[in-house]
């Protein structure tokens, strides 16, 4: 159904017509009636008054508007008095004039429906309304099934007043909602989103184009052109399954919580083009997936888990956990800091994928358990201050080298393994301590390159060294170890090995242990003793024994391998192969360096046996590409280089 607006004078007039969904919509009139039209068009003209309904507002306002006195045209500042309510229902259509408030000193009810929205639009298309102003302190604002254009900023509020928007699609130039300073700094705002969508054209603010001290929103969309999506300076931030593409800035102290979401950035290698904040007590982020920069600040009882991050990752002052999460670090972000641990956290990584550098500042401490490191894993900072903080690596595979630049280290049942040939400046192994303790035992370091150096120790005291009972193979020179101000090269003790560890599968970096491994059973007696109750192993995956049954068969319990994707580089497709010992789901998603999935394949059921993936990528640019497999309850990913 449409309705037709004429405005200006019987000389010169227009029609506007005002659609009852969200979308305008364009007519047509046939040639046979033009003269119809014609003649319909001269009967407005004389007698408008009598036929078309709309009605003018300005001043004092409150009670309901209805349909039925469609379009409502602001002409100047028009305001609801304190104590009153102006409800408007469904099919309301609402012009306002341009640079025209409206304020609230009482309470606004914006209550349309599925069938019939509410729209608010600027009488002139290529000019802007102003606002609405909320200046009532507690009392909560309803907007539902509204429709929005052509507003600079759509609300502006006082403090401790509150809104409610529902089902709505709000499209603002500058910013959905902000404070009455302009500074995103007042106090006491909450606002409840819920199936909505919010867009703002040319953020030009400060902070963020949604700003609110408590900001909850469920099944929304966000979007900006500019860095800030969301501001939520005091209070807590709460996003279910929401998209955000922007950024979102929240200062120390407020709480932030994200679950099912999608968080994009607008420009992902530039450091100030916004960023996913984590903050306050139990931040944390769950089952999302982020392109861009997260940064945590203040997080206590923080966690990140069952997440994809592409793009950098900074922890500040964070006291939490990360699990089974994939983190992406790409080349574009500042070098060594991909993953970058600043001063003062506490973190525990468990069942992650770490993909690029990690670098652990001063006075943190970190504990890594079960996890995929690839690139280097570096710690430095102040020796004064890092006499009392350690990082703890455990059960884990790291694909690269070992930096510890004072800190205390214990480094227990690893596999690293380097494929990059380096000289002997660089060493796979490089240990710089002043008086703290690194222990280094019952890991597996298999160093593919001859012309490698396997440890490079600028140590104080080798008192404070302990490294034992581990296999070292395929280096060329096992040692370039010095004290600071002079002394004996260190030597290993007769624990350590120097024999094949016989993996299950190099090429696919299968690292678990073949049977008659000379790795099993040969780790430090005083180890706690592997799950199947027998001496520790060597390396980060135990070799599990059968009881001594008579008749037992044991069978390795791989469930999922993966091979080396081939050829690589590609130039158009190339193919992944894995082998699965028991049915799974499996789905993958092709990303570029800037963090976009260029490719996907949602999850589908693949039968036990070996199977091929093509990646067709005959579409894409030359470059270097992430492939994420997912299966049921891990994910795999590699790196690929498109040359064509």
């Known amino acids: 159904m449409f309705k037709c607006l004429f405005r200006k004078s019987l000389s010169s007039f227009k029609y506007i017509l005002i659609p009852s969904a969200d979308e305008d919509r364009e007519i047509s009139v046939r040639p046979a009636r033009l003269y119809a039209l014609v003649g319909f068009l001269c009967f407005v003209a004389l007698a408008p008054e009598f036929v078309f309904a709309q009605t003018e507002i300005m001043g004092e306002v409150s009670g309901e508007w209805n349909a039925e006195g469609n379009p409502y045209i602001v002409l100047d500042s028009t305001w609801v008095p304190e104590g009153e309510v102006l409800?408007?229902?469904?099919?309301?259509?609402?012009?306002?004039?341009?640079?025209?408030?409206?304020?609230?000193?009482?309470?606004?009810?914006?209550?349309?429906?599925?069938?019939?929205?509410?729209?608010?639009?600027?009488?002139?298309?290529?000019?802007l309304w102003r606002s609405i102003f909320l200046l009532t302190p507690h009392i909560r604002h309803h907007f539902s099934f509204c429709s929005v254009k052509d507003v600079y900023r759509?609300?502006?509020w006082d403090d401790d007043v509150d809104v409610t928007i529902e089902d709505s699609n709000i499209t603002s130039e500058s910013s959905i909602t902000t404070a009455l300073s302009g500074m995103g700094l007042s106090e006491g705002h909450?606002?409840?989103?819920?199936?909505?969508?919010?867009?703002?054209?040319?953020n030009d603010y400060a902070f963020g184009g949604l700003h609110a001290?408590?900001?909850?929103?469920?099944?929304c969309v966000i979007e900006t052109d500019n860095r800030g999506a969301i501001d939520a300076p005091f209070g807590r931030l709460t996003l279910v399954n929401c998209e955000v593409r922007g950024g979102i800035f929240s200062y120390s102290g407020s709480g932030t919580y994200y679950r099912d979401c999608t968080?994009?950035?607008?420009?992902?290698?530039?450091?100030?083009?916004?960023?996913?904040?984590?903050?306050?007590?139990?931040?944390?982020?769950?089952?999302?997936?982020?392109?861009?920069?997260?940064?945590?600040s203040a997080t206590a009882d923080g966690i990140i888990s069952d997440s994809e991050i592409t793009g950098m990752i900074e922890f500040d002052l964070f006291q939490g956990q990360v699990i089974n999460s994939t983190i992406i670090g790409l080349d574009n972000f500042p070098f060594s800091r991909k993953i970058y641990i600043d001063d003062d956290n506490d973190i525990e990584f468990k069942n992650c994928n770490l993909f690029g550098t990690i670098r652990v500042e001063e006075s943190s401490n970190v504990s890594i358990d079960s996890s995929i490191i690839t690139e280097r894993f570096y710690m430095t900072g102040n020796p004064e201050r890092n006499r009392n903080h350690q990082a703890i690596i455990q059960h884990s595979v790291l694909i690269g080298r070992l930096s510890i630049d004072h800190g205390n280290m214990n480094f227990i049942n690893n596999t690293?393994?380097?494929?990059?040939?380096?000289?002997?400046?660089?060493a796979i192994i490089d240990l710089h301590q002043n008086r703290q303790e690194i222990n280094f035992f019952n890991n597996i370091v298999y160093a593919i390159p001859d012309s490698s150096s396997l440890f490079r120790f600028r140590v104080q005291d080798f008192d404070d060294v302990n490294i034992s009972n581990n296999c070292f193979y395929g280096y060329g020179y096992l040692l370039e170890a010095y004290h600071r101000r002079g002394g004996?090269?260190?030597?290993?003790?007769?624990?350590?090995?120097?024999?094949?560890?016989?993996?299950?599968?190099?090429?696919?970096l299968d690292l678990h242990l073949l049977e008659d491994s000379p790795c099993i059973d040969t780790g430090d007696p005083n180890s706690p003793l592997d799950p199947d109750s027998t001496r520790a192993d060597m390396g980060a995956f135990y070799f599990p024994q059968p009881n001594l049954v008579e008749g037992f068969e044991f069978l390795i319990p791989q469930e999922i391998i993966f091979l080396s994707p081939y050829p690589n580089p590609f130039n158009g497709s190339f193919k992944q192969q894995l082998k699965l010992e028991i049915s799974k789901n499996i789905g993958f998603k092709l990303y570029d360096i800037n963090g976009r999935v260029m490719i996907k394949q949602n999850p589908q059921v693949f039968p036990s046996g070996n199977h091929v993936i093509t990646i067709d990528g005959q579409g894409l640019a030359n470059g270097t590409y992430f492939l994420s497999i997912q299966s049921d309850n891990s994910a795999h990913t590699v790196q690929v280089e498109l040359l064509k």
């Open 190 to 202: 909450e606002l409840i989103a819920e199936r909505s969508v919010f867009r703002i054209l040319i």
């Open 87 to 127: 409800s408007i229902g469904s099919g309301v259509v609402v012009t306002i004039e341009e640079d025209v408030p409206i304020v609230i000193f009482g309470r606004l009810e914006a209550e349309g429906s599925e069938e019939d929205s509410i729209f608010f639009r600027s009488v002139d298309e290529d000019q």
């Open 488 to 508: 004996d090269e260190y030597e290993l003790n007769e624990t350590n090995i120097t024999e094949d560890p016989l993996f299950l599968s190099l090429d696919s």
């Open 263 to 296: 968080l994009i950035c607008n420009r992902i290698g530039d450091d100030y083009s916004g960023h996913f904040v984590i903050t306050g007590r139990e931040g944390g982020m769950v089952n999302c997936i982020v392109s861009g920069k997260v940064k945590t």
């Open 416 to 426: 690293i393994v380097y494929p990059e040939i380096v000289g002997r400046t660089e």
């Open 213 to 219: 001290s408590r900001f909850e929103a469920t099944d």
């Open 154 to 156: 759509f609300i502006r």
